[in-house]
């Protein structure tokens, strides 16, 4: 069982900056494909980034260029680093680990960005 702990969400202007991290309990967190998704109420969740074991990145087209997703093996942790933020950023982000062996989908909690002035 891997459990997911989010961080560093809040309230930022347009044009902000903001981190967030997510921290990995246990487990071999450098063998794990890290993601972060988005979800609005009445939407459904959207992948913004991925990234994986050996550290290949993707991103959807509306934050290419803004955010940047990057990973810390030894401190088992993932950050989506997020620039020029738009009010159409705001929601709730979601840290996602898949895990090869046993092959397993993990989820945290979520943590609100919000965007606005």
């Known amino acids: 069982q891997v459990q997911l702990v989010e961080s560093g969400g809040g309230l930022v202007q347009p044009g902000g900056s903001l981190t967030l991290s997510c921290v990995a309990s246990?487990?071999?967190?450098?063998?794990?494909?890290m993601r972060w998704y988005r979800q609005v109420p009445g939407k459904q969740r959207e992948l913004v980034a991925a990234?994986?074991?050996?550290?290949?990145?993707n991103y959807a087209d509306a934050v290419k260029g803004r955010f940047t997703i990057s990973r810390d093996n030894a401190k088992n942790t993932v950050y989506l680093h997020m620039n020029s933020l738009k009010p159409e950023d705001t929601a709730v982000y979601y840290c996602?680990?898949?895990?090869?062996?046993?092959?397993?989908?993990?989820w945290g909690q979520g943590t609100q960005v919000t965007v606005s002035s």
């Open positions: 990234i994986t074991a050996v550290s290949n990145t």
């Open positions: 246990s487990g071999a967190f450098s063998t794990y494909a």
């Open positions: 996602n680990a898949w895990v090869p062996n046993p092959k397993s989908n993990y």
